[in-house]
């Protein structure tokens, strides 16, 4: 089983900018599909982007596409989410997640990935 961890959320102003890592232990990280999903208040957890194991395809929400980016380094065991031009409605709590099964394809739904981590939080202020 993999343990995952999310550093580098925080508060930033709106067009602003933050990296997020999600931290792998317990497995190698190169034999999982990885997605980033967030979750505002009062909101179901939507999908935001994810990366297949050799970071060949990827996919991206409408939402984010052109502002976000995802990537991985499986040497560190550690995907990362680069955030540009944030706005207010990207406040949320963003989790990492890991696909177990070995699947080809990434999949932008939460019944697709096993593994979770707790979260980080990213306000963007207006």
């Known amino acids: 089983q993999v343990q995952l961890v999310e550093s580098g959320g925080g508060l930033v102003q709106a067009g602003g900018s933050l990296r997020l890592a999600c931290a792998a232990s317990?497995?190698?990280?190169?034999?999982?599909?990885m997605a980033w999903f967030r979750q505002a208040p009062g909101k179901d957890r939507e999908f935001v982007t994810a990366?297949?194991?050799?970071?060949?395809?990827?996919a991206y929400a409408d939402s984010v596409k052109g502002r976000f980016t995802i990537s991985r380094d499986n040497a560190k065991n550690t995907v990362y989410l680069e955030m540009n031009s944030l706005k207010p409605e990207d406040t949320a709590l963003y989790y990492c997640?890991?696909?177990?099964?070995?699947?080809?394809?990434?999949?932008?739904?939460?019944?697709?990935?096993?593994?979770w981590g707790q979260g980080t939080q990213v306000t963007v202020s207006s």
């Open positions: 997640a890991a696909d177990r099964t070995l699947r080809a394809s990434v999949l932008p739904t939460t019944t697709s990935y096993d593994y």
């Open positions: 317990g497995r190698p990280l190169s034999i999982y599909n």
């Open positions: 990366i297949s194991r050799s970071g060949a395809n990827t």
